[in-house]
Protein backbone atom coordinates (compact mmCIF):
# COMPACT_ATOMS: atom_id res chain seq x y z
CA UNK A 1 0.00 0.00 0.00
CA UNK A 2 1.29 3.14 -0.66
CA UNK A 3 2.10 6.32 1.55
CA UNK A 4 0.01 8.41 0.00
CA UNK A 5 -2.95 9.82 1.33
CA UNK A 6 -5.02 12.97 -0.23
CA UNK A 7 -7.70 15.50 1.70
CA UNK A 8 -10.50 17.12 0.54
CA UNK A 9 -12.31 19.43 2.93
CA UNK A 10 -15.50 20.76 2.61
CA UNK A 11 -17.36 23.95 4.98
CA UNK A 12 -15.61 25.97 7.60
CA UNK A 13 -12.27 27.70 8.41
CA UNK A 14 -12.52 25.12 11.37
CA UNK A 15 -13.10 22.40 9.01
CA UNK A 16 -9.79 23.68 7.41
CA UNK A 17 -7.88 23.68 10.54
CA UNK A 18 -8.66 20.28 11.91
CA UNK A 19 -7.82 18.96 8.14
CA UNK A 20 -4.99 20.58 8.62
CA UNK A 21 -4.13 18.59 11.70
CA UNK A 22 -5.31 15.31 10.45
CA UNK A 23 -2.67 15.78 7.70
CA UNK A 24 0.09 16.52 10.30
CA UNK A 25 -0.59 13.12 12.03
CA UNK A 26 -0.09 11.26 8.88
CA UNK A 27 3.03 13.09 7.71
CA UNK A 28 4.34 12.16 11.16
CA UNK A 29 4.29 8.44 10.29
CA UNK A 30 6.06 8.92 6.95
CA UNK A 31 2.81 9.62 4.85
CA UNK A 32 2.33 11.91 1.89
CA UNK A 33 0.40 14.20 1.13
CA UNK A 34 -0.95 14.63 -2.95
CA UNK A 35 -4.06 15.21 -4.61
CA UNK A 36 -6.33 12.87 -5.17
CA UNK A 37 -5.57 9.93 -8.10
CA UNK A 38 -5.28 6.43 -8.51
CA UNK A 39 -2.60 5.83 -6.85
CA UNK A 40 -3.40 7.02 -3.43
CA UNK A 41 -4.07 4.31 -0.70
CA UNK A 42 -6.53 6.66 1.85
CA UNK A 43 -8.80 9.45 0.93
CA UNK A 44 -9.95 11.90 4.19
CA UNK A 45 -13.03 13.92 3.32
CA UNK A 46 -14.03 16.23 6.13
CA UNK A 47 -17.49 17.38 5.44
CA UNK A 48 -20.02 20.09 5.85
CA UNK A 49 -23.76 20.21 6.91
CA UNK A 50 -24.66 23.98 7.12
CA UNK A 51 -28.09 23.70 4.38
CA UNK A 52 -29.24 20.36 2.53
CA UNK A 53 -27.55 21.88 0.00
CA UNK A 54 -24.05 21.12 1.76
CA UNK A 55 -25.42 17.81 2.30
CA UNK A 56 -25.78 16.72 -1.57
CA UNK A 57 -22.54 18.19 -2.07
CA UNK A 58 -21.07 15.78 0.07
CA UNK A 59 -22.90 13.07 -1.65
CA UNK A 60 -21.51 14.11 -5.27
CA UNK A 61 -17.76 14.52 -3.78
CA UNK A 62 -17.10 10.94 -2.22
CA UNK A 63 -19.09 9.30 -5.31
CA UNK A 64 -16.54 11.20 -7.81
CA UNK A 65 -13.44 10.61 -5.45
CA UNK A 66 -14.61 6.81 -5.56
CA UNK A 67 -14.17 7.28 -9.14
CA UNK A 68 -10.75 8.91 -8.91
CA UNK A 69 -9.13 6.54 -6.36
CA UNK A 70 -11.28 3.02 -6.78
CA UNK A 71 -8.56 1.41 -4.41
CA UNK A 72 -8.41 3.87 -1.98
CA UNK A 73 -10.07 3.69 1.51
CA UNK A 74 -12.22 6.56 2.16
CA UNK A 75 -12.81 8.40 5.51
CA UNK A 76 -15.36 10.71 5.80
CA UNK A 77 -15.56 13.32 8.74
CA UNK A 78 -16.99 16.41 9.91
CA UNK A 79 -20.65 17.45 10.62
CA UNK A 80 -22.58 15.53 7.99
CA UNK A 81 -20.60 12.02 8.97
CA UNK A 82 -21.54 13.31 12.76
CA UNK A 83 -25.59 13.71 11.78
CA UNK A 84 -26.09 11.33 8.85
CA UNK A 85 -23.29 8.47 9.15
CA UNK A 86 -25.10 5.36 7.88
CA UNK A 87 -26.34 7.71 5.04
CA UNK A 88 -22.40 7.92 4.07
CA UNK A 89 -21.94 4.89 5.07
CA UNK A 90 -24.61 3.26 2.48
CA UNK A 91 -22.21 5.17 -0.04
CA UNK A 92 -20.47 2.97 -2.69
CA UNK A 93 -16.23 2.92 -1.69
CA UNK A 94 -17.00 4.29 1.90
CA UNK A 95 -14.96 2.48 4.01
CA UNK A 96 -15.17 4.68 7.23
CA UNK A 97 -17.11 7.14 9.06
CA UNK A 98 -15.52 9.21 11.61
CA UNK A 99 -17.82 11.24 14.24
CA UNK A 100 -17.14 14.12 16.07
CA UNK A 101 -15.52 12.71 19.12
CA UNK A 102 -13.51 10.27 17.20
CA UNK A 103 -11.44 12.55 15.14
CA UNK A 104 -8.58 12.23 17.28
CA UNK A 105 -8.79 8.35 15.93
CA UNK A 106 -9.26 8.76 12.21
CA UNK A 107 -5.74 8.59 11.75
CA UNK A 108 -5.18 5.03 13.26
CA UNK A 109 -8.89 3.71 11.99
CA UNK A 110 -7.81 4.72 8.84
CA UNK A 111 -4.52 3.02 9.02
CA UNK A 112 -6.21 -0.59 10.82
CA UNK A 113 -9.40 -0.41 7.45
CA UNK A 114 -9.95 -3.97 7.00
CA UNK A 115 -11.86 -3.26 3.93
CA UNK A 116 -15.24 -3.43 5.90
CA UNK A 117 -17.58 -0.55 6.42
CA UNK A 118 -17.24 0.58 9.57
CA UNK A 119 -19.08 4.06 11.22
CA UNK A 120 -17.24 5.65 14.29
CA UNK A 121 -19.88 7.96 15.83
CA UNK A 122 -22.06 8.34 19.21
CA UNK A 123 -24.50 10.15 20.22
CA UNK A 124 -23.89 13.78 19.97
CA UNK A 125 -24.54 14.79 23.80
CA UNK A 126 -22.04 11.99 24.59
CA UNK A 127 -19.05 13.95 22.63
CA UNK A 128 -16.77 15.11 25.16
CA UNK A 129 -13.36 15.24 23.33
CA UNK A 130 -11.82 18.38 21.87
CA UNK A 131 -9.63 17.49 18.44
CA UNK A 132 -6.94 20.08 18.83
CA UNK A 133 -6.35 22.18 15.38
CA UNK A 134 -4.58 24.81 13.65
CA UNK A 135 -3.91 25.28 9.96
CA UNK A 136 -1.03 25.18 7.81
CA UNK A 137 -0.31 25.49 4.39
CA UNK A 138 -0.64 28.78 3.88
CA UNK A 139 2.70 31.23 4.60
CA UNK A 140 0.91 33.57 6.43
CA UNK A 141 -2.39 32.97 7.61
CA UNK A 142 -3.15 30.53 10.37
CA UNK A 143 -6.44 29.63 12.11
CA UNK A 144 -6.22 28.43 15.37
CA UNK A 145 -9.12 26.07 16.85
CA UNK A 146 -9.68 28.12 20.47
CA UNK A 147 -13.05 26.39 20.96
CA UNK A 148 -15.56 23.69 20.03
CA UNK A 149 -19.21 22.69 19.95
CA UNK A 150 -22.49 25.60 21.14
CA UNK A 151 -25.13 25.50 23.96
CA UNK A 152 -27.20 28.18 22.31
CA UNK A 153 -29.67 26.10 19.82
CA UNK A 154 -30.78 29.13 17.81
CA UNK A 155 -34.20 27.21 16.33
CA UNK A 156 -32.64 27.15 12.43
CA UNK A 157 -29.05 25.38 13.61
CA UNK A 158 -27.97 21.76 13.20
CA UNK A 159 -24.32 22.92 14.30
CA UNK A 160 -25.17 21.86 18.17
CA UNK A 161 -26.54 18.42 16.25
CA UNK A 162 -22.96 18.30 14.47
CA UNK A 163 -20.44 19.43 17.24
CA UNK A 164 -21.72 18.93 20.84
CA UNK A 165 -21.80 20.91 23.80
CA UNK A 166 -19.03 24.24 23.88
CA UNK A 167 -15.57 23.13 24.78
CA UNK A 168 -12.42 24.02 24.87
CA UNK A 169 -8.46 23.45 25.65
CA UNK A 170 -6.74 25.19 28.40
CA UNK A 171 -5.06 28.58 27.75
CA UNK A 172 -1.61 27.14 28.01
CA UNK A 173 -2.12 24.21 25.74
CA UNK A 174 -3.00 26.91 22.71
CA UNK A 175 -0.64 29.18 24.01
CA UNK A 176 1.78 26.57 22.63
CA UNK A 177 -0.23 26.18 19.87
CA UNK A 178 0.12 29.50 18.80
CA UNK A 179 4.34 29.28 19.64
CA UNK A 180 4.07 26.25 16.70
CA UNK A 181 2.56 28.16 14.43
CA UNK A 182 5.03 31.45 15.18
CA UNK A 183 7.70 28.82 14.81
CA UNK A 184 6.93 28.46 11.08
CA UNK A 185 7.09 31.62 10.31
CA UNK A 186 3.32 32.53 9.79
CA UNK A 187 2.89 36.06 11.62
CA UNK A 188 -1.43 36.28 11.38
CA UNK A 189 -3.15 34.00 13.64
CA UNK A 190 -7.11 34.08 13.12
CA UNK A 191 -8.90 32.50 16.23
CA UNK A 192 -11.93 30.25 15.70
CA UNK A 193 -14.10 28.03 16.66
CA UNK A 194 -18.24 27.19 16.67
CA UNK A 195 -19.01 29.81 19.20
CA UNK A 196 -15.84 31.72 19.31
CA UNK A 197 -16.82 34.02 21.87
CA UNK A 198 -18.16 30.90 24.37
CA UNK A 199 -14.39 29.85 25.05
CA UNK A 200 -13.92 28.69 28.86
CA UNK A 201 -17.00 26.25 29.49
CA UNK A 202 -14.56 23.52 30.05
CA UNK A 203 -11.75 25.01 32.00
CA UNK A 204 -13.54 27.53 33.67
CA UNK A 205 -11.18 29.95 32.06
CA UNK A 206 -12.61 33.75 30.32
CA UNK A 207 -11.85 34.73 26.79
CA UNK A 208 -10.39 37.70 27.42
CA UNK A 209 -7.89 35.95 29.46
CA UNK A 210 -6.89 33.71 26.51
CA UNK A 211 -6.92 37.02 24.38
CA UNK A 212 -4.21 38.44 26.61
CA UNK A 213 -2.02 35.13 26.68
CA UNK A 214 -1.95 34.75 22.97
CA UNK A 215 -1.22 38.64 22.62
CA UNK A 216 2.05 38.17 24.19
CA UNK A 217 3.37 35.06 21.78
CA UNK A 218 6.50 36.06 20.24
CA UNK A 219 6.23 36.22 16.39
CA UNK A 220 2.42 36.34 16.31
CA UNK A 221 2.19 40.11 15.23
CA UNK A 222 -1.72 40.15 14.61
CA UNK A 223 -5.25 38.78 15.70
CA UNK A 224 -8.51 37.98 14.15
CA UNK A 225 -11.14 36.50 15.55
CA UNK A 226 -13.03 34.77 13.00
CA UNK A 227 -16.93 35.13 14.39
CA UNK A 228 -18.63 36.17 17.47
CA UNK A 229 -21.43 36.31 18.90
CA UNK A 230 -22.57 40.12 19.98
CA UNK A 231 -23.61 39.19 23.73
CA UNK A 232 -19.79 37.74 24.04
CA UNK A 233 -18.15 40.57 22.81
CA UNK A 234 -18.04 42.50 25.96
CA UNK A 235 -17.16 46.18 26.92
CA UNK A 236 -14.05 44.93 28.59
CA UNK A 237 -12.75 42.79 25.85
CA UNK A 238 -13.13 46.04 23.79
CA UNK A 239 -11.15 48.10 26.14
CA UNK A 240 -8.58 45.72 26.23
CA UNK A 241 -8.24 45.47 22.67
CA UNK A 242 -8.00 49.77 22.38
CA UNK A 243 -5.25 49.31 24.97
CA UNK A 244 -2.77 48.87 21.86
CA UNK A 245 -3.12 45.16 21.49
CA UNK A 246 -2.46 42.42 17.93
CA UNK A 247 -5.89 42.19 18.37
CA UNK A 248 -7.16 43.90 14.93
CA UNK A 249 -10.58 46.69 14.36
CA UNK A 250 -12.09 43.54 12.07
CA UNK A 251 -15.30 41.86 13.70
CA UNK A 252 -17.17 39.24 12.12
CA UNK A 253 -20.65 39.29 13.95
CA UNK A 254 -24.34 37.19 13.62
CA UNK A 255 -27.41 39.15 13.77
CA UNK A 256 -29.23 37.41 11.49
CA UNK A 257 -32.14 38.83 11.46
CA UNK A 258 -33.50 43.11 12.36
CA UNK A 259 -36.76 42.31 13.56
CA UNK A 260 -37.69 41.71 17.04
CA UNK A 261 -40.28 39.10 16.70
CA UNK A 262 -37.76 36.82 13.98
CA UNK A 263 -35.09 37.33 16.69
CA UNK A 264 -36.97 35.95 19.29
CA UNK A 265 -38.57 33.25 17.17
CA UNK A 266 -34.58 32.32 16.20
CA UNK A 267 -33.97 32.15 19.87
CA UNK A 268 -31.15 34.55 19.44
CA UNK A 269 -29.98 36.30 22.35
CA UNK A 270 -30.16 39.85 22.01
CA UNK A 271 -32.90 42.78 20.47
CA UNK A 272 -32.45 45.01 17.51
CA UNK A 273 -32.03 47.83 19.58
CA UNK A 274 -29.18 45.90 21.82
CA UNK A 275 -27.30 45.15 18.54
CA UNK A 276 -27.59 48.08 17.23
CA UNK A 277 -26.59 49.71 21.04
CA UNK A 278 -23.22 46.90 20.42
CA UNK A 279 -21.86 47.87 17.16
CA UNK A 280 -21.62 52.14 18.58
CA UNK A 281 -20.26 50.61 21.75
CA UNK A 282 -17.42 49.21 19.73
CA UNK A 283 -17.38 52.55 17.68
CA UNK A 284 -17.38 54.63 20.49
CA UNK A 285 -14.09 52.36 21.68
CA UNK A 286 -12.35 51.83 18.46
CA UNK A 287 -12.67 54.47 16.51
CA UNK A 288 -12.17 58.70 16.67
CA UNK A 289 -14.84 60.80 15.67
CA UNK A 290 -13.18 61.33 12.31
CA UNK A 291 -12.92 58.01 11.69
CA UNK A 292 -16.70 57.04 12.18
CA UNK A 293 -17.82 53.80 10.09
CA UNK A 294 -14.47 53.82 8.40
CA UNK A 295 -12.09 52.16 10.69
CA UNK A 296 -13.43 48.98 12.25
CA UNK A 297 -14.68 46.46 9.19
CA UNK A 298 -17.63 44.90 10.55
CA UNK A 299 -18.90 41.66 8.37
CA UNK A 300 -22.56 40.96 9.50
CA UNK A 301 -24.39 37.47 9.14
CA UNK A 302 -27.86 37.61 7.90
CA UNK A 303 -30.41 35.16 7.11
CA UNK A 304 -33.38 35.77 4.75
CA UNK A 305 -36.38 34.05 4.56
CA UNK A 306 -36.60 32.69 8.18
CA UNK A 307 -40.25 31.01 8.46
CA UNK A 308 -42.98 33.95 9.19
CA UNK A 309 -40.54 36.79 7.58
CA UNK A 310 -42.84 39.33 6.13
CA UNK A 311 -42.20 42.05 4.12
CA UNK A 312 -42.48 44.72 6.73
CA UNK A 313 -40.11 41.97 9.10
CA UNK A 314 -37.27 42.10 5.88
CA UNK A 315 -37.44 45.97 5.79
CA UNK A 316 -37.25 45.83 9.06
CA UNK A 317 -33.41 44.11 8.91
CA UNK A 318 -32.98 46.29 5.86
CA UNK A 319 -33.10 49.68 7.42
CA UNK A 320 -31.32 48.74 10.54
CA UNK A 321 -28.14 47.43 8.29
CA UNK A 322 -28.37 50.62 6.58
CA UNK A 323 -28.22 52.85 9.79
CA UNK A 324 -25.41 50.35 11.24
CA UNK A 325 -23.14 50.66 8.19
CA UNK A 326 -21.39 47.54 8.01
CA UNK A 327 -18.50 47.07 5.62
CA UNK A 328 -19.90 43.82 4.08
CA UNK A 329 -22.75 41.67 4.63
CA UNK A 330 -22.77 37.79 4.43
CA UNK A 331 -26.53 36.27 3.46
CA UNK A 332 -27.69 33.66 3.94
CA UNK A 333 -31.22 31.87 2.14
CA UNK A 334 -32.92 29.98 5.32
CA UNK A 335 -32.25 26.59 4.72
CA UNK A 336 -34.78 24.11 6.38
CA UNK A 337 -32.55 21.74 8.28
CA UNK A 338 -33.97 18.74 9.63
CA UNK A 339 -34.26 18.12 13.36
CA UNK A 340 -34.24 22.30 14.30
CA UNK A 341 -37.46 23.61 15.56
CA UNK A 342 -37.95 25.91 12.38
CA UNK A 343 -38.00 23.57 10.08
CA UNK A 344 -41.56 22.36 11.60
CA UNK A 345 -42.94 25.45 11.18
CA UNK A 346 -45.72 25.74 8.67
CA UNK A 347 -45.35 29.16 7.61
CA UNK A 348 -41.98 28.70 5.10
CA UNK A 349 -40.81 31.50 3.27
CA UNK A 350 -40.82 31.08 -0.50
CA UNK A 351 -37.78 30.47 -2.63
CA UNK A 352 -38.59 33.15 -5.09
CA UNK A 353 -39.23 35.45 -2.17
CA UNK A 354 -36.00 34.70 -0.70
CA UNK A 355 -33.83 35.52 -3.62
CA UNK A 356 -35.30 38.28 -3.91
CA UNK A 357 -34.59 39.39 -0.60
CA UNK A 358 -30.90 38.06 -1.24
CA UNK A 359 -30.59 40.20 -3.92
CA UNK A 360 -31.64 43.57 -2.11
CA UNK A 361 -29.41 42.55 0.47
CA UNK A 362 -26.34 41.49 -1.99
CA UNK A 363 -26.94 45.44 -3.47
CA UNK A 364 -26.58 47.08 0.09
CA UNK A 365 -23.63 45.09 0.67
CA UNK A 366 -21.96 46.30 -2.28
CA UNK A 367 -22.91 49.61 -1.90
CA UNK A 368 -21.82 49.81 1.83
CA UNK A 369 -18.24 47.76 1.13
CA UNK A 370 -17.50 50.50 -1.74
CA UNK A 371 -18.00 53.45 0.42
CA UNK A 372 -16.20 51.33 3.53
CA UNK A 373 -13.43 51.53 0.80
CA UNK A 374 -13.53 54.63 -0.44
CA UNK A 375 -13.32 56.13 2.71
CA UNK A 376 -9.96 54.43 3.53
CA UNK A 377 -8.32 55.87 0.46
CA UNK A 378 -5.21 57.64 1.20
CA UNK A 379 -4.67 56.20 4.79
CA UNK A 380 -1.95 54.74 6.05
CA UNK A 381 -2.35 50.90 6.82
CA UNK A 382 -0.23 48.05 7.27
CA UNK A 383 -0.84 45.39 4.69
CA UNK A 384 0.38 41.28 5.49
CA UNK A 385 0.99 40.13 1.78
CA UNK A 386 -0.05 37.05 0.48
CA UNK A 387 2.18 34.74 -1.89
CA UNK A 388 -0.17 34.12 -4.46
CA UNK A 389 0.38 35.86 -8.05
CA UNK A 390 -1.63 36.65 -10.09
CA UNK A 391 -1.58 38.56 -13.15
CA UNK A 392 1.80 39.99 -12.10
CA UNK A 393 0.09 40.95 -9.08
CA UNK A 394 0.01 39.65 -5.10
CA UNK A 395 -2.73 41.12 -2.50
CA UNK A 396 -3.12 41.36 0.91
CA UNK A 397 -5.01 42.21 3.51
CA UNK A 398 -5.03 45.53 5.59
CA UNK A 399 -5.45 45.36 9.72
CA UNK A 400 -9.37 46.64 8.90
CA UNK A 401 -9.68 43.60 6.18
CA UNK A 402 -9.19 45.63 3.16
CA UNK A 403 -7.68 44.02 -0.16
CA UNK A 404 -4.79 45.69 -1.05
CA UNK A 405 -3.13 44.36 -4.67
CA UNK A 406 0.41 45.59 -5.64
CA UNK A 407 2.92 44.37 -8.70
CA UNK A 408 4.62 41.05 -7.40
CA UNK A 409 7.38 41.10 -5.03
CA UNK A 410 8.56 38.08 -3.89
CA UNK A 411 10.34 39.73 -0.77
CA UNK A 412 7.15 40.87 1.12
CA UNK A 413 5.64 37.50 1.13
CA UNK A 414 4.38 36.61 4.72
CA UNK A 415 5.56 40.24 5.85
CA UNK A 416 3.65 43.21 7.44
CA UNK A 417 4.26 46.56 5.06
CA UNK A 418 3.20 50.09 5.74
CA UNK A 419 1.69 51.74 3.13
CA UNK A 420 -0.60 54.54 1.92
CA UNK A 421 -4.04 53.16 0.29
S1 LIG B 1 -24.79 30.35 18.15
FE1 LIG B 1 -24.24 29.83 16.06
S2 LIG B 1 -23.54 27.70 16.09
FE2 LIG B 1 -24.65 28.11 17.99
S3 LIG B 1 -26.74 27.43 17.59
FE3 LIG B 1 -26.65 29.63 17.17
S4 LIG B 1 -26.19 29.79 15.00
FE4 LIG B 1 -25.72 27.69 15.61
Given amino acids: ?69 PDAKIAVTGCYAQLKPQEILAIDGVDLVVGADRKGDLVRLALEADGEKHS ?13 AWSSGERTRSFLKVQDGCDYHCAYCTVPLARGNSRNLPIADLVSQA ?24 TGESFLDLLKALNDVPGIERYRISSIEPNLLTEEILRWIATGTKFLPHFHI ?6 NRTLKEMHRRYTAAQFEAKIALIRDILETPE ?33 IRPAFLHIFPYSRRAGTPAAARPDQVQDAIKTLRVQRLEALSD ?42 DKDLIGRITELII
Avoid at 9 to 21: F, M, P
Avoid at 254 to 259: F, V
Avoid at 301 to 323: A, H, K, N, Q
Fill in 367 to 408: RLHASFTAANAGRKAHVLFESTLKGGKMFGYTENYLRVERPY
Fill in 179 to 202: REIAAQGIVEVVLTGVNTGDFGKT
Fill in 120 to 132: YSCEINEVERFFP
Fill in 291 to 323: ERCTRVFFGIDVIVGFPGETDEDFEETYRLLER
Fill in 254 to 259: PIQSGC
Fill in 1 to 69: MSKRVAFVTLGCKLNYAETSALARQFAALGWEEVRPGPDVAIVVINTCSVTEHADKKCRNLIRRLHKTA
